[in-house]
């Protein structure tokens, strides 16, 4: 049985399937080599626009790493996984495409720092997010300390990892995290309206909005304008730039060709 299978939901919308549920979709090296070449595919496949993450099984996402991996003192081992781990997940954060991910259950770990690398996150009322390395004696490895900390700021980010509490759907919602809480039967039906939705944005817009918010809130606010306002200018003289304009003025959908 393949750890991670895809599907096309619809023209344009690539679905990533994490498929190990009797194991809550745990992170394994076998899974993460699979995910990596589902991304590559998903990135080279110039049909795919957007990009959907979900887990198998309803009860979780992804409920961390496999901590069966870690026991032994395997240090070695522990240190290539974190690393291979690290550099997969700032590849997911660097696709050019919109990248939805949708929580039901579990997001816990590897899970959630998955999650915060995602562009769109919606999740199910029954959806519990949380870091909690900490009650290992453990810190996340992947990149979740920083990355949440950018998104809640620093102390709803202290209290998330060292009080070790879990958000729910309700309190990730009120921090800015998700873009939306569905009932899990309407999760589907979520994705489908965020994912039409993002095919309505030029790809090239995407990509380059995408980079704005990642490199932007590593600047100061000046550059960070000077910047938009060059990718801007740039967008403006490409060929879909020039569609978008005519096809608003000419009551019409746009085609855009991404040049």
């Known amino acids: 049985m393949a750890l991670i299978e895809t ?4 023209p ?3 679905q990533i399937l994490f498929n190990r549920p009797e194991k809550l979709n745990a992170l394994s090296t076998p899974l993460m080599r699979e995910f990596e070449t589902a991304l590559d595919d998903a990135v080279a496949d ?20 496999d901590i069966a991996e870690y026991q032994g003192d395997k240090r070695a081992e522990f240190i290539a996984y ?5 550099r997969v997940f700032d590849m997911l954060e660097r696709i050019a495409k919109p990248v ?4 039901d259950g579990f997001a816990l770990g590897g899970g959630f720092e998955i999650a915060l690398c995602c562009d769109i996150l919606i999740l199910s009322e029954a959806a519990q997010l949380g870091l909690p390395e900490g009650r290992l004696g453990l810190c996340p490895g992947g990149g979740g300390t920083q990355r949440l ?12 990892l060292l009080a070790g509490w879990r958000l729910s759907a309700p309190r990730a919602l009120q921090l800015g995290i998700a873009a939306d809480v569905v009932p899990a039967e309407d999760m589907d039906e979520a994705i489908l309206r965020r994912a039409r939705a993002c095919l309505k944005i030029a790809p090239l817009a995407a990509a380059e909005m995408k980079r704005l918010l990642r490199e932007g809130a590593g600047v100061d606010i000046e ?3 000077s910047l938009e306002q060059e990718v801007l200018f740039r967008l403006y003289s490409t060929a879909d730039g020039q569609e978008g304009i005519d096809a608003f003025l000419e009551k019409r959908d746009p085609q855009f060709r991404m040049e």
């Open 149 to 160: 900390m950018r998104a809640v700021g620093k102390y709803a980010a202290s209290d998330l």
């Open 82 to 86: 974190q690393l291979n781990s690290r």
């Open 100 to 103: 939805i991910c949708a929580v």
């Open 223 to 225: 550059t960070a304008k």
């Open 12 to 14: 344009g919308i690539r």
């Open 7 to 10: 599907s096309d939901l619809l």
């Open 46 to 65: 110039r049909d795919v626009r957007v990009v959907v993450l979900r887990g198998a099984g309803g009860k979780a996402f992804v409920a961390g790493a």
